[in-house]
């Protein structure tokens, strides 16, 4: 499976540094990235990222909460361009399926990024609001599922078995903890993983051999300590 790599970003400056990367497919953000990289005002800030990823599918997410706002967002966003998936939580803050929402926007060929999902019964609650031909990403948070010491690789196995069907569905590793986790996504057959920037420079330096690391983690130790002049 060749497994496709997005990078999760809002920071203007990085954002225009991993758009020229070849191993970047695609962007995705969302509010708290927006938040962080200092964003004021939504519309204009996300136009920024849309200028320079004008060839890549972006993925920008609604930020209401109450359903009729969260659909008229929705249908905002789609109007700023062709490379857009509006990216849609699978419920609100107080646990309200967004299916009618998903099945309007989805009838509408509108592109979608459905977030927050966690577990294979999601994603099968997902597909029954689905056509079989508008473009669907299903983002599973592996990385804070595995915070609360449940593994997440069989809701991953259960959910793609369940969206083979749907050739319009790609099933997306989100929440990223580490380097390993794009293998593991490869291996498990996800259409496409997520992954901060620094990690994907991670992965970029892949083939690294242990005696090289070993060094390499020796000359750290070495620097910190002469930086903070340790004597005994």
Known sequence: ?????????????TLKIFNKKKIVKGFTTNPSLMRKAGAKNYKSYS????????????????????PSEIKKQAYIINSWGKNIYVK??????????SGKIIKELNSKNIKLNITA??????????LKYLNKKTKVIISIFAGRAADTGIDPVPEFKKSIRLAKKFKNVEILWASVREPYNYLQAKQLGCQIITIPPKIIEQIERFGKKFD?????????????????????
């Open 1 to 13: 499976m060749n497994t496709k790599i997005f990078c999760d970003i809002a920071d203007l400056k």
């Open 47 to 66: 136009k920024k990222i849309l200028k320079i990823c004008n060839k890549k599918p972006v993925s920008l997410e609604v930020f209401a909460d109450r």
């Open 88 to 97: 849609v939580p699978i419920t609100n803050s107080n646990g309200v399926f």
């Open 117 to 126: 999902v966690y577990s294979a019964k999601q994603t099968q609650k997902i």
């Open 212 to 232: 090289e690391l070993t060094k390499d983690t020796v000359k750290g130790f070495l620097i910190d300590s002469k930086k903070s002049n340790f004597k005994i």
